[in-house]
């Protein structure tokens, strides 16, 4: 069975850091651009951020570059996202999602998403 | 970045209704545009891509068309099912999707 399970959200204060994690299985995940997908409370969805399949090609929404860090570990099937400096606005569910494989070229990471996490609620307050 | 401007933002019909929602890209986009259904409390879900392509398993009453700026997402005949939100995704920048177009039954 296809399957992306995130973890690893949470509640964090306004400057402080959170790692979330997707364990992916079912496919060949070596062969696929990875994506992060957020959806704040009663809101509609926001790419947060790609990673193609052999990590060269990167790429962040402007509301999230240079705090937010994304990776993947082909041999482990596993991707994540490291957040610093959390704002009050990056409170959302944040889905883990899976690139369709529009995207052909060796970096590149724009596609389609066709299999999606449950997604892990992350919270920032004081 | 480029912007995806849907519409209606929501959208009551009766089952049987062939029901059009239209997005349109704030540039030339060619035919990369995808559309997804979500429903309450649930992940996305893939229906169509490359504008008018069909996801394996997805019922043929779900269709897309356009290219360029304007595109247009139909359910032929809507069932009591499709009650969800509907969002349109361009992939020719950085993805961004639409704002939503909310699916109710009358």
């Known amino acids: 069975e296809v399957q992306l399970v995130e973890s690893g959200g949470g509640l964090a204060q306004p400057g402080r850091s959170l790692r979330v994690s997707c364990a992916a299985s079912g496919f060949s995940f070596h062969n696929y651009a990875m994506h992060w997908v957020r959806q704040a409370p009663g809101k509609g969805l926001e790419w947060v951020s790609g990673?193609?399949?052999?990590?060269?090609?990167?790429g962040y929404a402007d509301s999230v570059k240079g705090r937010f860090t994304i990776s993947r570990d082909n041999a482990k099937n596993s991707l994540s996202l490291q957040m610093n400096s959390l704002r009050l606005e990056d409170t959302a569910l944040y889905y883990c999602a899976k690139g369709f494989g529009l995207c052909t070229a060796g970096g590149c990471y724009s596609d389609a998403f066709d299999i999606w996490g449950q997604g892990t609620m992350v919270t920032v307050s004081s | 970045d480029i912007q995806m401007t849907q519409s209606p933002s929501s959208l009551s019909a009766s089952v049987g209704d062939r029901v059009t929602i239209t997005c349109q890209a704030s540039q030339d986009i060619r035919n990369y545009l995808n559309w997804y259904q979500q429903k309450p409390g649930k992940a996305p879900k893939l229906l169509i891509y490359d504008a008018s392509y069909l996801e394996t398993g997805v019922p043929s009453r779900f269709s897309g068309s356009g290219s360029g700026t304007d595109f247009t997402f139909t359910i032929s005949s809507l069932q009591p099912e499709d009650i969800a939100t509907y969002y349109c995704q361009q992939y020719d920048d950085l993805p961004t999707f639409g704002q939503g177009t909310r699916l109710e039954i009358k």
């Open positions: 990673i193609s399949w052999n990590s060269v090609g990167i």
